[in-house]
């Protein structure tokens, strides 16, 4: 059975220091990665979806990027955190053939508080 | 128009009442259609795809209007486990990806004894 790892549960950060998320997914292979944030109130927002190694999309303009070193390996970065980067950020991953549906898996998140 | 529009919320009912939810999405070119359920602090979990012809699970029932670009859930004889916030998520196709889904802001739902 597949599954999707996600780390760390919780963070906090000061304003300017660097981020590192990591998501890696199990039992599967070429799946499509994503990275949403939830904002505290808000809706999720896709930040970056992937549909293969090295092909990062990203949707929203703003100091954070994402890189698929490995085919199931997903990474968020920022090299300088702003407090408005603070949510809940959720990785999560779909199965290749949309046209069949495409149920997400998300990750546990990872709970981040700039101050 | 928003991508996926919700129900404002929050919705607060006693056990045993019918609640529904509806959302409408703005792609027309969407192919798949889900409610999600997110309980407080933790990630949104599948509860059902949304069929065509509509669909039921127990005390659910999903029901698509393609022409009206409108999906529905409604959840009858609500149980204190019914709270949570439910997301209605659909699927995007933006930019030629595969896969892409937008999520609604959700509507919570809090289910009194």
């Known amino acids: 059975s597949q599954t999707i790892h996600q780390w760390p549960a919780t963070l906090v950060q000061p304003v300017g220091s660097p981020l590192s998320l990591e998501c890696t997914v199990e039992?599967?292979?070429?799946?499509?990665l994503y990275w949403y944030r939830q904002a505290a109130g808000r809706g999720l927002q896709l930040l970056f979806y992937?549909?293969?190694?090295?092909?990062i999309s990203s949707e929203v303009p703003q100091n954070l990027s994402a890189s698929r070193p490995q085919d199931r390996q997903f990474i968020l970065s920022s090299k300088k955190l702003l407090l408005s980067d603070s949510g809940f950020y959720l990785c999560?991953?779909?199965?290749?053939?949309?046209?069949?549906?495409?149920?997400?898996?998300f990750g546990q998140g990872t709970r981040l508080t700039v101050v | 128009r928003k991508e996926v529009e919700q129900d404002p919320g929050p919705f607060n009912v006693p056990e045993g009442a019918t609640v529904a939810f509806n959302c409408t999405y703005s792609?027309?070119?969407?192919?798949?259609f889900f409610w999600y359920r997110q309980d407080c602090r933790k990630e949104p979990k599948l509860l059902m795809s949304?069929?065509?012809s509509g669909n039921e699970d127990g005390r659910f029932t999903a029901q698509l209007n393609r022409a009206s670009q409108y999906i529905s859930l409604l959840i009858r004889d609500s149980k204190l486990s019914d709270s949570a916030t439910y997301l209605c998520v659909v699927n995007g196709n933006y930019g030629g990806s595969q896969g892409n889904l937008i999520f609604g802001k959700g509507t919570k739902l809090s289910v009194k004894p």
């Open positions: 999560a991953w779909t199965k290749v053939l949309w046209v069949l549906g495409t149920e997400a898996f």
């Open positions: 992937s549909v293969g190694i090295g092909q």
């Open positions: 039992g599967t292979s070429n799946p499509n």
């Open positions: 792609n027309s070119a969407s192919q798949s």
């Open positions: 949304v069929y065509s």
